[in-house]
């Protein structure tokens, strides 16, 4: 069975920095892509960052020039650096592993979420 484990989300003041990581736990053979979405209060979740296995990556425009997503695909982990937050960047995140393959299956599979609040 896969897991996601989610961890660095917390309280930050505008223009500071915090750093998301979210771990892929089981026997997997391969993630095709893992990202980050968010969900506001009131909002839709949307989708904030995303990276292939190949290493492309595609961000939300919102968040361009500021979050930075990383992975290992040898630790089935990923990892969104988040600099100079806004308090529009309050929500909880979730990790999100699409097409992940295991001896007995292929899916999609969802962290817990992780909340992340920036004060003014």
């Known amino acids: 069975q896969v897991q996601l484990v989610e961890s660095g989300g917390g309280l930050v003041q505008v223009g500071g920095s915090l750093r998301l990581s979210c771990a892929a736990s089981?026997?997997?053979?391969?993630?095709?892509?893992m990202g980050w979405y968010r969900q506001a209060p009131g909002k839709q979740r949307e989708l904030v960052a995303a990276?292939?296995?190949?290493?492309?990556?595609n961000y939300a425009d919102s968040v361009k020039g500021r979050f930075t997503i990383s992975r290992d695909n040898a630790k089935s982990t990923v990892s969104l650096q988040m600099n100079n937050l806004k308090p529009e960047d309050t929500a909880v995140y979730y990790c999100?592993?699409?097409?992940?393959?295991?001896?007995?299956?292929?899916?999609?599979?969802w962290g817990q979420g992780t909340q992340v609040t920036v004060s003014s």
């Open positions: 089981g026997i997997i053979f391969s993630i095709d892509a």
């Open positions: 999100n592993a699409d097409r992940v393959r295991t001896r007995a299956s292929i899916g999609d599979y």
């Open positions: 990276i292939t296995s190949g290493g492309s990556t």
